[in-house]
């Protein structure tokens, strides 16, 4: 089953047949609509990280609608699916001067659960760039039982400005902040129970894992954000054009 907030058009809760919970909802998140839900996946548009505007962009703190849905009485007979969109209006242009057309499909196949997001640029006459990401906390058993693999080509927030991460897993002992550019379209975060969560992905250049440690005392325990991300270069939308991201999300037994 999955939950989502039009605040944000967020995902906030992925859950197996078994009741086992797939994403970490921070103790600290609100639901008033007074800022970021912290947790689940929250959507970063258009802007990832620090810059210009606001952190990680306005889109995970505005509503969006629903444009489309399809939930038949029979689950067997149909994939329940929604669309939800989200335009520039005049809040959008006063931080970020464009025009676009942003809509993010969630779908539930099974205990997969897919996420299509596509970005429009439908004005005549302006070009934009953006960076995004879904920024997926994932709930672990314990974080120093959890280990992201199949990650490599690292630029770290905490080691040099760029270097190559050794080894076969990245276990988190300690803060993390790594953007893994290139980074393929397949990783594992192994949760600590013999499970891992799998993220397969397509047209999402970059990963980012994030783990803030003892900074956050009451939360650092119990998730680890494994990012999809166009973080690295921009992408550039001329008028007219587009550009879409697809990721897939589901549990595999070890």
Request: proline letters at 7%; charged letters at 25%; hydrophobic letters at 40%.
């Amino acid at each position: 089953m999955v939950e989502i907030s039009l605040f944000g058009g967020q995902i906030t809760s992925f859950r197996q047949a078994s009741g086992d919970e797939v994403l970490y909802i921070r103790p600290d998140a609100v639901f008033d609509r007074s800022k970021p839900i912290a947790g689940g996946i929250p959507l970063c548009f258009p802007q990832f990280g620090p810059g210009a505007i606001q952190q990680h962009g306005f889109a995970r703190n505005v509503d969006w609608s629903v444009s489309d849905s399809s939930a038949d009485p029979n689950p067997d007979d149909r994939e329940p699916e929604v669309q939800l969109l989200l335009r520039d209006n005049e809040f959008t242009r006063s931080i970020w001067p464009h025009e676009f057309q942003a809509a993010l499909t969630v779908n539930l196949h099974g205990e997969r659960l897919r996420l299509d997001f596509r970005v429009i640029n439908p004005s005549s006459g302006g070009t934009f760039d953006f960076t995004a990401a879904l920024h997926s906390y994932i709930e672990v058993v314990d974080v120093e039982r959890s280990a992201v693999k199949y990650l490599d080509k690292v630029v770290s927030a905490t080691s040099p400005p760029e270097c190559e991460e050794e080894g076969e897993a990245v276990l988190i002992q300690g803060p993390v902040d790594r953007v893994y550019l290139d980074a393929g379209e397949y990783a594992e975060l192994h949760v600590g129970n013999g499970a891992a969560v799998a993220l397969s992905s397509h047209g999402w250049r970059d990963a980012v894992v994030w783990n803030p440690w003892t900074a956050m005392p009451d939360a650092y325990r119990r998730f680890v954000c494994v990012e999809n991300a166009v973080a690295a270069v921009p992408i550039r939308l001329d008028p007219g054009s587009g550009w879409r991201a697809r990721l897939e999300l589901y549990v595999n037994d070890l």
